[in-house]
């Protein structure tokens, strides 16, 4: 990817916490390229050796419970734009009509091969073709909805200067973060004010560590962790 110039990011972008974290990536222009080039290649790869495990996974997913293969929701990626997220289905048919955004602890809407599927991230395999088309990265911030996104503080935004990731330390950090969603009422609230906070810390972190060979080692230990 290629940094774009600071005048021409939105105008909710532009402020001094942000331009501290463009100034860091604008020194890495060249890791910015290799890590599009390394998207590109291991993306391509990977939806060769994931075809037919994907296809497996497809037919278990439609005998297990009436509805779509592939969960498509709208995400905030690079300079803000939006773009749909593919996932497998891991819930009822429209769950987002019947409960919240964020899933909550042993939550109803889950089918029952969608709890395999959390547990080992099989559910964002579909996530390769969101980095082929360059909408996100195998290492970056999670995208979010447009509704938290439109709550984040003015550093926050510094993490739309590069696409979302499908993992990253933050993910990492916390992928076990069930006892924050007991409470239905209270699952947007302790998202924002508890945990979104503290994976941003995480998050801008990332621009600091940021090269090709640091992002292979979040993949890897992203396997660790899921191993």
């Not at 503290?198 to 998050?203: D, G, S, T």
Request: net charge positive; glycine share 4%.
């Amino acid at each position: 990817m290629i940094l774009c110039k600071w005048e021409t990011l939105p105008d909710y972008m532009k402020n001094e916490q942000v331009k501290i974290y463009y100034d860091i990536l604008s020194h890495k222009k060249i890791s910015l390229f290799l890590k599009r080039v390394m998207d590109i290649i291991l993306s391509l790869l990977l939806i060769v050796i994931l075809a037919i495990p994907m296809l497996i996974i497809a037919v278990m997913i439609k005998c297990d419970s009436k509805g779509d293969i592939i969960f498509k929701q709208t995400r905030v990626t690079t300079y803000g734009k939006k773009f749909k997220i593919f996932k497998f289905r891991t819930m009822i048919q429209d769950a987002e009509e019947k409960g919240n955004l964020l899933t909550e602890a042993n939550d109803s809407r889950i089918t029952r091969i969608g709890k395999k599927m959390r547990k080992y991230r099989i559910d964002e395999f579909p996530q390769v073709f969101n980095v082929l088309l360059g909408d996100m990265s195998f290492v970056g911030t999670r995208p979010e909805v447009p509704k938290y996104v439109n709550m984040y503080t003015p550093d926050m935004y510094a993490t739309l200067l590069t696409p979302a990731g499908i993992t990253s330390m933050a993910s990492i950090s916390f992928k076990d973060n069930d006892e924050f969603f007991t409470d239905p009422a209270l699952v947007d609230k302790n998202y924002m004010e508890i945990i979104l906070p503290q994976k941003m810390v995480l998050n801008l972190d990332y621009y600091r560590k940021f090269n090709v060979l640091y992002d292979l080692k979040v993949m890897f230990k992203t396997v660790g962790g899921v191993l």
